[in-house]
T-cell receptor
Framework: GDSVTQMEGPVTLSEEAFLTINCTYT??????LFWYVQYPGEGLQLLLK?????DKGSNKGFEATYRKETTSFHLEKGSVQVSDSAVYFCALSNVNGQNFVFGPGTRLSVLP | DTGVSQDPRHKITKRGQNVTFRCDPI?????LYWYRQTLGQGPEFLTY????????KSRLLSDRFSAERPKGSFSTLEIQRTEQGDSAMYLC????????????FGPGTRLTVL
């Protein structure tokens, strides 16, 4: 079945550091890819998405590019802030598979 | 703000009891999803509705679980004869009509089975 793999956390960075959180997927067909974020004490919310190969999703300084050749959707940010501390989930949706699959999440802590 | 709401936020029950959770989606959203999330894991898909029709159910959804969405509005998730392994956060989300549409999540109902 469809699956999503993320780099294991926790990830701890200093403020203004560069962030990469790796995400790879296995899916039949052409899934859509998402990054969701969960801030402390809050519910899941969409960060960005890409619906076809080579699309780049971006929001709040975060970016991720849908790479079909490497089945990846890595999340990047050039300069993280303390307020970016959260758990980040990579996910896919696929009409051919399990409908909606989340990765296990990566906890990010940004220190001042 | 008329986001997705869930009730109750917390439920503690004894093994073998039945529990029911409610989800109120964003009013114009046709799709409604239920997920289960355990500590340190991502949400696991349970089932979803397109309006009042339940279109897909995960293998995780045993016979003890049932979900309804009468009239395509709010939804309920019932767990019968609860087991300790049912302890988890139960999340509801809603979206417009496409799989590519953003899902908006509720705050969840945390279930503890003693």
């Amino acid at each position: 079945g469809d699956s999503v793999t993320q780099m294991e956390g926790p990830v701890t960075l200093s403020e203004e550091a560069f962030l990469t959180i790796n995400c790879t997927y296995t899916a039949t067909g052409y899934p859509s890819l998402f990054w969701y974020v969960q801030y402390p004490g809050e519910g899941l919310q969409l960060l960005l998405k890409a619906t076809k190969a080579d699309d780049k999703g971006s929001n709040k300084g975060f970016e991720a590019t849908y790479r079909k050749e490497t089945t990846s959707f890595h999340l990047e940010k050039g300069s993280v802030q303390v307020s970016d501390s959260a758990v980040y989930f990579c996910a896919l949706s696929n009409v051919n598979g399990q409908n909606f699959v989340f990765g296990p999440g990566t906890r990010l802590s940004v220190l001042p | 703000d008329t986001g997705v709401s869930q009730d109750p936020r917390h439920k503690i029950t004894k093994r073998g009891q039945n529990v029911t959770f409610r989800c109120d989606p964003i009013s114009e959203h046709n799709r409604l999803y239920w997920y289960r999330q355990t500590l340190g894991q991502g949400p696991e898909f349970l089932t979803y509705f397109q309006n009042e029709a339940q279109l897909e159910k995960s293998r995780l959804l045993s016979d003890r679980f049932s979900a309804e969405r009468p009239k395509g509005s709010f939804s309920t998730l019932e767990i019968q004869r609860t087991e300790q392994g049912d302890s988890a956060m139960y999340l509801c989300a809603s979206s417009l009509s496409l799989l590519t549409d953003t899902q908006y999540f509720g705050p969840g109902t945390r279930l503890t089975v003693l």
